[in-house]
């Protein structure tokens, strides 16, 4: 039987994180890893940018971005649903995140300006998720950790709040590991329809995975059966409208439609069913995905004109092209009459105001329901565009309950002795609903370098 000081469990960003700082402190490390070498870094590869508080300008960030601001921006969204605490400890541990990242490898980009505006408040990454996760895979196995690609992570053993065995499968041959301490990195259940299925019945068929097919959910469910808290609710998720025609796990950022501020949006019976201007996009991005879900079929169609189209960033597929709306709804299979009624309507109740895709403009409808607050144009300047648009699900809000020390707690009220966890896993802590731009990757790096340090001085007692 193998041993080590401590077991990072999935090598993300919240993984890799806690595995460089257990190793630092001293701690022999071992990284499991499901996915093969090629996939590894979960959905991490996909990220772009991590939402940082800061007092001053940086080379990656303009302005200022205090910690109440920070929090400010976090209440909004979550509605309170959140643990103010832990929020705190994640918020302020981003201040001194940048050095550290770039210790290990990490590259930032200079402050930039992109389709959600984020130069105040994230720090973008050079080259990516992707490069990120090289970087510090890079970094880790430099300081000696040892890292186990195609290593799935079955079950801990958990009693009396001490992990003892933890049972591994690699190559179809399972076995046992032994460790001092564990920090569980495995990220959400978002890629196990079956589960997805408990909460959303049928509709989960047709939703889309945004990241790794990898996130199956085995060792959060293992967790919560031996008596791990549980936080969140199994149905809140961070959820974007992505473009139907994309794959159905691993799409990545490509697929997500920024284009719904710029158009009106239709279920499949060609009926509007919100605000599409309600407010600035980053604040509103992450709600279309749990509107689409809960349309029929789980399908919409985004209809903008040629105005719009230059105004957002363009999918990987191309738009649907069309000389009148009549075509444009039968080549996207919405029912045409209702879809030329809706336009009709919709061009009707907007108000003349001066156009600002960059503020929130005076364009509005006046005397339709749902209006649309802000930039409402007529649509009127063919060629006519539309996009096909499912539930991009990016991650799940179920997960473990930890402490300031991110250990897990238990049902009893107990905390474990031995057991972290960091990332997606415990991000329901901090996001009970909602989600602001950049704080799943600011979560994840703050509490893997908790539960490293936390882990290695357990292990080390
Ligand atoms: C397309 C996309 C774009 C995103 N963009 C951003 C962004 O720009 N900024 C931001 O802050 N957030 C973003 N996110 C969210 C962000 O990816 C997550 O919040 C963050 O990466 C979570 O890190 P993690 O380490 O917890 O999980 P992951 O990075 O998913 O890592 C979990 C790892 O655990 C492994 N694993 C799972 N189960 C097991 C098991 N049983 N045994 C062994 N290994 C296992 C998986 O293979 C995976 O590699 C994005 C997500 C997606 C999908």
Redesign the pocket.
Known sequence: MESCDVLV???????LSAAITAREAGASVML????PKA?????????????VMHESPAATLIGSYSSSDYWSDLLSVTHGKTDEHLARIAIDGTAELLPWMEAHGARFQPALEGTLGLSRTNAFFLGG?KALMNAYYGAAERLGVCVLYD????SLCLVNGMVGDVSIVKNAVSSLVQPKAVVV???GFQANIEWLRESWGDAADNFII???P???G??LRNLLEQGAASVGDPTQC?AVAVDARAPKFDG??VS?LDCIPFSIVVDGAGRRFYDEGEDIWPKRYAIWGRLVAQCPEQIAYAVTDAKSEKLFMPSAFPPIRAESIGELACKLGVDASALEATVRHFNRAVRPGKFDPSALDDCRTEGIAPPKSHWARPMDAPPFIGYPLRPGI??TYLGVGVNENARVLLQDGRSAANLFA????M?GNILGEGYI????????SVF?RIAGREAAKVALA
């Open positions: 469990v999935g090598g993300g960003n919240a993984g499991l890893e499901h996915a996939l590894r870094g979960g959905n991490s590869r996909h990220t772009r940018n991590l939402r998720g290593t799935e992570v079955r990195c495995s990220g945004r990241g790794t990898y996130a199956q085995v060792i961070h990545g950022i997500r990016t991650f960091a990332g997606e896993i991000a731009a950049g704080i799943g990757m600011a979560i994840g893997g």
